[in-house]
């Protein structure tokens, strides 16, 4: 039965669709959206308020967001449990590509769980509290404080877990062409390959770069209380 799930013609192709619309639509107007950080802090924190106050906005995250992803990343694990594993017909980029995608899969989905859990349990969930988040200076909530783990992998999960991310989108664009019949000939499937590159380079530039300048943000907050704190 799970065979004949992983294969149906049907959930294939939603599956597909639903990696680039809506999950990878909201992704890139996340990042942009996030990016308003690295000049105007006060837009940022404008931004997550608004968000936050949307009407029925709890409704708009099952329909945008919870049923897609779940959807997501339910079928794409059936695909990765029942499928025949065929990598090895690939050669060369080609065969990493198809492990990346899977393993990049799995990530993102950590990241993104962890990223729509702290969104709604932190209450003060704004510029200040994100950049000292990625300085180091918050651990992650309801983890244990292990050393190099929490709070030193907030930054690093972030990493991570955006690469990841862009990564399993922007690459995801070639299978979702191939599966709904966009691509048929090789030089259009290389041309969609090269704009999965230079998507993936955009996006998590953009993306690192936000976080970057969160993190430093971050330091030069604690820094000036640590001299606050010497003066007294």
Known sequence: MLKNLQSNFLLRRLHSLSGIVPIGGFLVFHLLANATAIDHPENYNT???FLRQLPFVEYIEWLVLYIPIGFHALYGVLIYTTAKPNHM?????ENYRYILQRITG???LAYIAYHIWQFKIVENLDYNYIARAMAGDQSIPGLPLVPFINPFSVYWFYIIGLTSITYHFANGLFGFCITWGITVGKKSQQLVTQIGLVLFILLTYVGVET???LADAGKAMIAAEAKVEAAE
């Open 47 to 49: 931004l997550i308020n």
């Open 89 to 93: 017909q690939y050669s060369g980029l």
């Open 106 to 108: 799995f990530v993102a």
């Open 211 to 213: 976080i970057n300048h």
